[in-house]
């Protein structure tokens, strides 16, 4: 980005909700600026008129790889961007889509479709983080608007913006909510999630559901026996974890205990 | 004289969710038409099926960001059609306006930043912002109204959080219900002027054919987005029980949505033309007033028109939004508003009008609360059929006109007919089912 022009950026979903796309359209106030900042060249969702073959200094993609095609898009716009973004949950951990990868597709198809349905293109849903290096991820279901832009703002200036590293629960006791789990007996995922949301769920006196992903390193052997103590099963904590980060948080640790206690 | 020509568009441009448009023409006849749906499948119904109700919402709002508060309304409504849960009047009301907020956002969106920029001459809302900066400004306004209604109701302008079966975690304020409705009060004007912008627009009628509408009829005698029955525009009218009777969904090649027929095999038409054209004698105050600017000869086939039926719409969204803001403030403030209830066996359908036309909800729980059966209908998969068929008129009329027009010509017309419909992809190929 040494460029004098301005910077050329690609937005892209692959399968998803279009909810992190969303979030960015959801910048009313910041929309225009961004246009003035960047040059947006690719962006299906919000134009008609789309360059799909240049260079881009910055990429952001959201969504799973779930078909061939995603699996194609993904590899190009790797080749064609300096810096990729993998933008929300589906994108940095797999989020729901992977839920159910252990399930083979051909079962899944027939439950749903009735039908043999050969001519569709389908493959179980991984991040875009399998696939390809990504430069910075920003997770979220769907991601926040002022990390994003917090990221857009560092970009420009030639570097990144630092996410938070701690657990919702930080957030939570300063909005001083009382906790879902030691008074409400709650399975809340708070404890090894990542912050940045502001705890939202928990301040409208819901449980977290892990939409985030979780902690680098969430502190295991203290979150076993809080649960614990309230008569809450760990295989019920994982498979809410897993909800939304099931190919990465069913290798930390987890899925032993969730196939034994399955057997 | 051309002899086999094809047109294709691989990315549809401006819409929601991945899908393009293939035309092949032979001569003077128009061959194939395909709108191809190429979202990949996520298979919500075997992400559903073992889990506890208490989780459906969270995870079946995710089937589609733009629509997450319908899904979210309808998910709810079916839930606790199952239980046999009650909710408050007060609850009923807010998710009313979680669904008039929804409805803002989404309309405002499509009929300013994806639709209009054709009419006027744009790739974009963004290059439109150059010669209209005024509109634009209201416009994101606007979007934002809805956003901010949304995350006031449901937590947050994307999957809401705050919705659970039998009530809400936290209620609004006084304070923040008063802001909202001096701010949908602040937006009737400006956007009555829009209205009349868009009464000055030559709206093309090259995919005008008859057509069938269905929307549901309103629960009370009035402009509602949630309702009691299938109506269509013949005059017939089926049970919501019996929705599987009443629409059919089978599958074709070039799509991973499913393509839905009516039981007599014709095809439909849902969303906010088939509304007004079902239910437009409700209509009074502002709205009345948009529409008759809008429709002086009241809905007639032409489905272009469907982004001003969403203007309309607009229009009546802030003016319901306010009444429901008086009747919410008449009440006194609590901080969350929960109704209890025992877990049982069960199967419910919530049926809503949302943005883009008719959603069904239908889930079957058993005794531990766990989802054993689930299916979701979406308005987009109910349009696609229609959509073709449209696509397929307005290609044949041009085949048909002399000169023909060029490549791109056709295909910024089959986009302009694919937009008006307001596809919203990701929902369509969502595909939950579990008989």
Known sequence: MTDTSKPQVGIFGLTGCAGDQLQILNCEDQLLWLASQVDIV??????????????????????????????????????????????????????????????PRDRLLEAVYHEKA?????????????????????????????????????????????????????????????????HFGEVCCGSMTRSGCGARCPSHGVACSGCRGPLEEPNYDANITMFADRGISWKEVGQK??????????????????????? | MTTGRTITIPHLGRVEGHGGIYVKISGNTVQDVNMDIHE???????????????????????????????????????????????VTERVRQLRGLLLLGGTIESHALHVFALALPDFLGFDSVISMASKYPDQVAFALKLKQLGNAIQTLVGGRAVHPINTLVGGFGKLPSHEELSKIRRDLEASLEPLMDFVDLAATIEVPTWAAQPTLYVALRPYEEAFRFRGISICTSEGDEFDLD????????????????????????????????????????????QTKKAFDTLFPEGVKDNILMNNWAQLVELVHCVERGIEICDLLLAQPEGASEMVDYEVSAGRGIGAIEVPRGTLF??????????????????????????????LRMAVETMVAATPVPSDDQIKLQLEMVARAYDPCISCSVHVIRED
């Open chain 1, 42 to 103: 690719d962006w299906v969702m919000a134009k008609s008129d789309n360059d799909h073959d240049c260079p881009l200094h910055i990429a952001f993609v959201e969504g799973v790889v779930a078909t061939e095609r995603d699996l194609e898009t993904i590899k190009s716009v790797r080749e064609r961007s300096t810096f990729l973004v993998a933008i929300g949950t589906c994108a940095v951990w797999g989020g729901l889509p992977a839920m159910q990868n252990e399930i």
């Open chain 1, 118 to 182: 050969t001519f569709l293109d389908t493959i179980e849903a991984r991040p875009v983080t399998h696939f390809v290096e990504v430069d910075y991820l920003l997770p979220g279901c769907p991601i926040e608007r002022h990390e994003f832009l917090a990221l857009v703002r560092a970009l420009l200036a030639g570097t990144t913006a630092e996410l938070p590293q701690f657990p919702v629960c930080w957030e939570c006791k300063g909005k001083e909510n009382l906790c879902r789990v030691v």
């Open chain 1, 241 to 263: 974890m897993a909800n939304f980060s099931a190919p990465v948080w069913m290798t930390k640790g987890l899925e032993q205990e969730v196939n034994d206690d399955n057997r």
């Open chain 2, 40 to 86: 990949g499948s996520r298979y919500y119904e075997a992400l559903l099926k073992g889990k506890h109700f208490l989780e459906v919402q969270g995870i079946i709002t995710r089937v589609c960001a733009i629509c997450s508060s319908s899904h979210t309304v309808a998910a709810l409504t079916a839930l606790e059609k199952a239980l046999d849960v009650e």
């Open chain 2, 242 to 285: 019996g929705y599987q009777e009443t629409i059919k969904e089978f599958t074709v090649e070039h799509s991973h949505a499913k393509h839905s027929a009516l039981a007599s095999g014709e095809t439909y038409m849902v969303g906010s033309m088939a509304r007004l054209r079902l239910w437009n004698q409700y209509l009074g105050g």
């Open chain 2, 361 to 390: 909800h239908d889930y079957e729980i058993d005794d531990e609360g766990l989802v054993v059966a689930a299916n979701v209908i979406t308005p987009t998969a109910q349009n696609l059929a229609n959509t073709e068929r449209d």
